[in-house]
T-cell receptor, first 113, second 110 residues
Framework: NAGVTQTPKFQVLKTGQSMTLQCAQDMNHNSMYWYRQDPGMGLRLIYYSASEGTTDKGEVPNGYNVSRLNKREFSLRLESAAPSQTSVYFC????????????FGEGSRLTVL | GIQVEQSPPDLILQEGANSTLRCNFSDSVNNLQWFHQNPWGQLINLFYIPSGTKQNGRLSATTVATERYSLLYISSSQTTDSGVYFCARVPAGGSYIPTFGRGTSLIVHP
């Protein structure tokens, strides 16, 4: 029972490079989320997908794009990485709506030089 | 404005001590979750607690939704309790998006 799986776990990029973080969940959840975690800032929502076929901006969407590929998968893309995007990225899934319980992946540590 | 506020921001304990962590939220909520982020960075679900009290071993949590706060109690703390504790709330209306407090950093010394 994998739960929420993120890849890669570590990545180093140069400024201007692009990359995609992959996330997959096997709990048949409707909603998926991408958060970033920076020291002292807690977790801030980048984008979310309330259900398959929909995506919406969160608190800090600039510089990112997402794709809800199917019910299981939700990817986060950095088109032109910047040092300000150095962070730990977490994918989460849940039933969404008023229940809202979240389950997290193990995180992806991204460094942009 | 601040939607989820956690206190204290930092806490240092000796092994065996008890502690209470607080989470205040500024609006009505549908549910409240507590997480523990261990020193390896993993986020572990502790409690899903829209209201009332739940207990799991040495940990328990109480949410009083009408007064807009939740408490996490850690009894007889152990070094493995070290890490950061986050609460997250889902608002009662709107987009039902979970939002997080900034966490309480706990260090338990042997």
């Amino acid at each position: 029972n994998a739960g929420v799986t993120q890849t890669p776990k570590f990545q180093v990029l140069k400024t201007g490079q692009s990359m995609t973080l992959q996330c997959a969940q096997d709990m048949n959840h409707n909603s998926m989320y991408w958060y970033r975690q920076d020291p002292g800032m807690g977790l801030r929502l980048i984008y979310y997908s309330a259900s398959e076929g929909t995506t919406d901006k969160g608190e800090v969407p600039n510089g990112y794009n997402v794709s809800r590929l199917n019910k299981r998968e939700f990817s986060l893309r950095l088109e032109s990485a910047a040092p300000s995007q150095t962070s730990v990225y977490f994918c989460a899934s849940g039933w969404g709506g008023i229940t809202g319980e979240l389950f997290f992946g193990e995180g992806s540590r991204l460094t942009v030089l | 404005g601040i939607q989820v506020e956690q206190s204290p921001p930092d806490l240092i304990l000796q092994e065996g001590a008890n502690s209470t962590l607080r989470c205040n939220f500024s609006d009505s909520v549908n549910n409240l979750q507590w997480f523990h982020q261990n020193p390896w960075g993993q986020l572990i679900n502790l409690f899903y607690i829209p209201s009332g009290t739940k207990q799991n071993g040495r940990l328990s949590a109480t949410t009083v939704a009408t007064e807009r706060y939740s408490l996490l109690y850690i009894s007889s703390s152990q070094t493995t309790d070290s890490g950061v504790y986050f609460c997250a709330r889902v608002p009662a209306g709107g987009s039902y998006i979970p939002t997080f407090g900034r966490g309480t950093s706990l260090i338990v010394h042997p």
